[in-house]
């Protein structure tokens, strides 16, 4: 049943808050989760060890190493590139804060680059111009599930002798020729974070072909001891450890894999699921003043992670942030995904440039806003989503049309001018 409550100008305003980014979690998961509870090994041990093989079988990956975070695994990935003080690592202006401020903790230079508009991914026209003798690594993300372009990166990468590592935050069951995502570059790194497809509420996954580097990630991801807490304290007896190297605090728990083996085992499912709230949102969205997403590209598999609208700014009066104040006093959560890169300070601060060359990053910073996409919809919460964007979008197109102003607009960008990304649709 609609969580809707009647209201006298017909507001579609939900007596019960719809959560963006919810995760489902079902008994299973629970009694997984209090088993481990009961065991008393609650810290890294077999089940953070049967998780890992699990996803390494699911991936087609060589070696898996399950670890507390995506930032954890593509900090360890840059540590087994052996990114060194003063390396140039190009990395896209949308994406998380995590993919540019690993860079930085490894002791690199993240280097932002553009994106396509269509895709939002990682333009290879733009990686190309952005390397000078000090580029060492790309840092490429698959965006909200969509995977980038493989072929034209790794042809400008392999041109360069340039490591690519992939951004899989967004993309456990992205494949591209049948091949998962993740097992393309010299390293990867998945998300398990609360609103990912599959859910350790904390946790991240690195992926390798190569075994002395999953060793030494292994390692590194506990202190750089020569042997775990799992295997220093099992029925096998006590183990003496070696501090190999100096390394961090960053292995998964078995608390945190119990929820991830039923979540990973019905990922298939779940992802139906979202293929089927996705289709619901293109059909009820087609003619709304928003760009819906890009079709998927022949041969590949988008892992539908983020549902992201365009808005289209010429037909509206007002911007994005008003746009989701109002969806949020609706009982509607969203996300933005993202605030660029170079729009943040730290990073603002450090252009060598004022921002301009990343004209597409802006355009779509300013428009994108996400949308609840997940297998715990049901189809009465979809219907409110649909009827509350609706609502929102279509009465502030009148409003525009009427030459009316509700609210500042916001400042037009250096690419606000260009029109809209192909697949755009505006009444």
Known sequence: ????????????????????????????????????????????????????????LYTGAAHAVAVSSCT?????????????PGDEVIVPAMTFAATANVVVHAGGVPVIADVDRDTMCLSPTDIERRITPRTRAVIAVHFAGRPFDIDAIFAVA???????????????ETTVGGRHAGTFGAFSAFSFYVT?????????MLLTHDPDAAARARRLALHGLSADAWKRFSDDGFKHYEVEEPGFKYNMTDIQAALGLHQL??????????????ARYDDAFVDLPAAT????????????????????????????????????????????????LHLHPYY??????????????????????????????????????????????????????????????????????????AGARST
């Open 1 to 56: 049943m609609s969580k809707y409550e009647p209201h006298a100008d017909a507001t579609p305003r939900r007596s019960e808050y719809l959560v963006f980014g919810q995760p489902e979690i079902l008994d299973e998961d629970i009694d997984e989760v209090v088993s481990v509870l009961r065991s008393r090994w609650i810290g890294a041990g077999p089940r953070a060890s049967r998780f890992e093989e699990q996803f390494r």
């Open 72 to 84: 954890a695994a593509l900090h360890l990935a840059l540590l087994g590139a052996r990114i060194a």
């Open 158 to 172: 392999d041109a360069h002798g340039l490591t690519v590592i992939e951004d899989c935050a967004h993309a456990i």
């Open 196 to 204: 990912k497809n599959v859910v350790t509420a904390e946790g991240g």
């Open 265 to 278: 085992a019905r990922v298939e499912r779940s992802l139906e699921r979202r293929n089927e709230i996705w």
């Open 293 to 340: 997403p890009a079709p998927v590209r022949p041969g590949t598999r988008h892992a539908r992670h983020l549902y992201t609208l365009l808005l289209d700014l010429d037909h509206l009066d007002i911007g994005r942030d008003r746009v989701q104040r109002e969806l949020h006093e609706l009982g509607i959560g969203t996300g933005i995904h993202y605030r660029a």
């Open 348 to 421: 603002r601060d450090r252009l060598p440039d004022d921002g301009a060359s990343l004209a597409n990053a802006t355009w779509i910073s300013e428009r994108t806003i996400s949308l609840p996409l997940g297998p715990s919809l049901t189809d009465d919460d979809v219907d409110d989503v649909i009827a509350a964007v609706t609502w929102v979008l279509r009465r502030h197109e009148r409003a525009r049309r009427a030459g009316h102003t509700t609210s500042r607009q916001m400042k037009p960008s250096p690419g606000a001018a260009n029109p809209p990304r």
